[in-house]
């Protein structure tokens, strides 16, 4: 198939692979020095962002990063929902929310068991609804130094035009250290999405939104990371697909967060009774 999800490229990578202990070596090859690719897209690096998390499995008995994720409520974190499917739900006691530093891997950051998840009944593999509600055991503690939340109910012009920031750490070497990149996105109409870029998988829940930057696209490891309003400091989508990893000058999709305001509302007060 034509399009691509970070997770399942990695997935797959990692089974054609299994007996290649280097995997991580092989995966990092083409990312760039993360202080080199920061510059001209973004003289916030200093920045923080204090909801931004990654979402970590734990399968053969080592964290690994897979996806970005933001927090949007005291326990209360979103990703993609392909996050967490390789393809089957991971367990729970398999997933961690991490959080506490831009820096991934820093002394400063924190592991949150994951309590409760739930993700959107409608999701299929291009067919949208590619989100997924983690509740984490303990509360985050808002300083908004360290933690605090993004507001993810603000409702994104459909349209296209609007300057985006995506957030994320990309490809990730196990254990090392990496700074969260900032990456530039415009949103674009539907129509244009469809028939110029040929996405024709793209739901009315979906944001397709055009990288603009002069460095890397969403990579592989960005799945399921914020695109937000960074001034506002306001949630527009989670990075769902695209057809290649990393590439620059091209389109993704994101979902569209406005669209699961009461969907997320109302799961989170379900989840809460447990
Ligand atoms: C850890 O946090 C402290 C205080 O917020 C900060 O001064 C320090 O630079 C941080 N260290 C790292 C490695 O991010
Ligand atoms: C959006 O970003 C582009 C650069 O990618 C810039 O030229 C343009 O002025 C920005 N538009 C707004 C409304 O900020």
Redesign the pocket.
């Given at each position: 198939m034509d399009y691509w999800y970070s997770l399942i490229a990695i997935a797959l990578f990692l089974r054609v692979n299994a007996d290649d202990i280097n995997n991580e070596e092989v995966l990092a090859t083409n990312v760039e020095s993360s202080t080199a690719s920061m510059g001209r897209d973004t003289e916030t690096v200093s920045t923080r962002f204090p909801y931004i998390v990654s979402i970590q499995g734990n399968t053969q008995g080592y964290y690994k990063h897979l996806c970005g994720g933001a927090i949007i409520d005291v326990q209360f974190v979103l990703t993609a929902a392909h996050c967490v499917m390789t393809p089957t739900p991971l367990e729970l006691a398999q997933l961690s929310v991490v959080g506490g530093?831009n820096?991934l891997n820093?002394?400063?950051e924190t592991r949150f068991p994951v309590i409760g998840m739930k993700i959107h009944p409608g999701f299929k593999i291009l067919r949208g609804h590619d989100i997924v509600l983690l509740r984490v055991k303990t509360k985050f503690q808002f300083d908004n130094?360290?933690f605090g939340k993004i507001n993810y109910k603000v409702v994104i012009r459909r349209g296209g035009g609007i300057n985006a920031t995506f957030l994320g750490w990309g490809r990730m070497k196990q254990g090392h250290k990496k700074d969260l990149d900032l990456v530039p996105f415009q949103t674009i109409n539907d129509e244009v999405c469809l028939k110029n870029h040929k996405f024709i998988f793209l739901t009315s829940s979906e944001i397709c939104a055009i990288h603009t930057g002069t460095t890397r696209g969403a990579c592989d490891g960005d799945s399921g990371g914020p695109l937000v309003d960074a001034n506002k400091q306001f949630l527009y989508g989670l990075l769902s697909y695209g057809r290649k990893a990393c590439q620059m000058g091209k389109p993704y999709a994101f979902t569209r967060i406005s669209t699961y305001g009461d969907w997320i509302r109302d799961e989170m007060n379900e989840m809460l009774l447990h």
């Amino acid at each position: 198939m034509d399009y691509w999800y970070s997770l399942i490229a990695i997935a797959l990578f990692l089974r054609v692979n299994a007996d290649d202990i280097n995997n991580e070596e092989v995966l990092a090859t083409n990312v760039e020095s993360s202080t080199a690719s920061m510059g001209r897209d973004t003289e916030t690096v200093s920045t923080r962002f204090p909801y931004i998390v990654s979402i970590q499995g734990n399968t053969q008995g080592y964290y690994k990063h897979l996806c970005g994720g933001a927090i949007i409520d005291v326990q209360f974190v979103l990703t993609a929902a392909h996050c967490v499917m390789t393809p089957t739900p991971l367990e729970l006691a398999q997933l961690s929310v991490v959080g506490g530093s831009n820096t991934l891997n820093s002394d400063n950051e924190t592991r949150f068991p994951v309590i409760g998840m739930k993700i959107h009944p409608g999701f299929k593999i291009l067919r949208g609804h590619d989100i997924v509600l983690l509740r984490v055991k303990t509360k985050f503690q808002f300083d908004n130094v360290q933690f605090g939340k993004i507001n993810y109910k603000v409702v994104i012009r459909r349209g296209g035009g609007i300057n985006a920031t995506f957030l994320g750490w990309g490809r990730m070497k196990q254990g090392h250290k990496k700074d969260l990149d900032l990456v530039p996105f415009q949103t674009i109409n539907d129509e244009v999405c469809l028939k110029n870029h040929k996405f024709i998988f793209l739901t009315s829940s979906e944001i397709c939104a055009i990288h603009t930057g002069t460095t890397r696209g969403a990579c592989d490891g960005d799945s399921g990371g914020p695109l937000v309003d960074a001034n506002k400091q306001f949630l527009y989508g989670l990075l769902s697909y695209g057809r290649k990893a990393c590439q620059m000058g091209k389109p993704y999709a994101f979902t569209r967060i406005s669209t699961y305001g009461d969907w997320i509302r109302d799961e989170m007060n379900e989840m809460l009774l447990h």
